[in-house]
Nanobody
Framework: QVQLVESGGGLVHPGGSLKLSCAAS????????MNWYRQAPGKERELVAS????????NYADSVKGRFTISRDNAKNTVFLQMTGLIPEDTAVYYC?????????WGQGTQVTVSS
């Protein structure tokens, strides 16, 4: 079955950095658009970043532009989210998402907490 497993979350001070990873299995990874979403307490889940199948095109939420970078390694079936300049408002559970035609899969999420 399809599995998406996120890792790399944790507690970081404001201004710090984290790199999230999402390892995929059970699907043809290179055919899927990969996305990172996040959900903060009491808020709706929001799209943070997207990357095309070959990694040539990326899109970001305005709130993270210039601070976050999404990338992928199709040879390793992994998508990454490099987060820099973290602020408390980035605190959320971060979810990896794979989308292709009518197929949509989610990971279990990884907690990111930005606090002094």
């Amino acid at each position: 079955q399809v599995q998406l497993v996120e890792s790399g979350g944790g507690l970081v001070h404001p201004g710090g950095s984290l790199k999230l990873s999402c390892a995929a299995s059970g699907l043809t990874f290179s055919t899927y658009i990969m996305n990172w979403y996040r959900q903060a307490p009491g808020k709706e889940r929001e799209l943070v970043a997207s990357i095309s199948t070959a990694g040539r095109n990326t899109n970001y939420a305005d709130s993270v532009k210039g601070r976050f970078t999404i990338s992928r390694d199709n040879a390793k079936n992994t998508v990454f989210l490099q987060m820099t300049g973290l602020i408390p408002e980035d605190t959320a559970v971060y979810y990896c998402n794979a989308r292709w035609l009518g197929n949509l899969y989610w990971g279990q999420g990884t907690q990111v907490t930005v606090s002094s």
